[in-house]
């Protein structure tokens, strides 16, 4: 069993930065993830990142601006945001799977989900 739990969340004015961490506890997972979902909307793909090798992949609205790594030592995965705007503002799910594979954008190839963790970013 997996364990996940966010921090870092919170209220930043647009075009600062935030850097959220899931601390993952239990098995070993092939592949992270971080997930997001505004009020209303769908649960929609931010990034991934394959624990084993470090590759990563992003959706197109975060590229450039967001930057997922982990530390193997802590088991830690960390989404760092910059240049923050106010569409970016959604509760932020951590996500993991056994298998690896960079083409897991979708919530419902994640068996193991955090809590979530708010970031709301003013205008």
């Known amino acids: 069993q997996v364990q996940l739990v966010e921090s870092g969340g919170g209220l930043v004015q647009a075009g600062g930065s935030l850097r959220l961490s899931c601390a993952a506890s239990g098995l070993t997972v092939g592949t992270y993830a971080w997930f997001r979902q505004a009020p209303g909307k769908e649960r929609e793909f931010v990034s991934l990142i394959l624990w084993s090798g470090g590759s990563t992949n992003y959706a197109d609205s975060v590229r450039g601006r967001f930057t997922i790594s982990r530390d193997k030592a802590k088991n830690t995965v960390y989404l760092q945001m910059y240049s923050l705007k106010p569409e970016d503002t959604a509760v932020y799910y951590c996500?993991?799977?056994?298998?690896?594979?960079?083409?897991?954008?979708?919530?419902?190839?994640?068996?193991?989900w955090g809590q979530g963790t708010q970031v709301t970013v003013s205008s």
């Open positions: 996500a993991a799977r056994t298998s690896a594979g960079l083409t897991y954008v979708y919530a419902s190839a994640y068996a193991y």
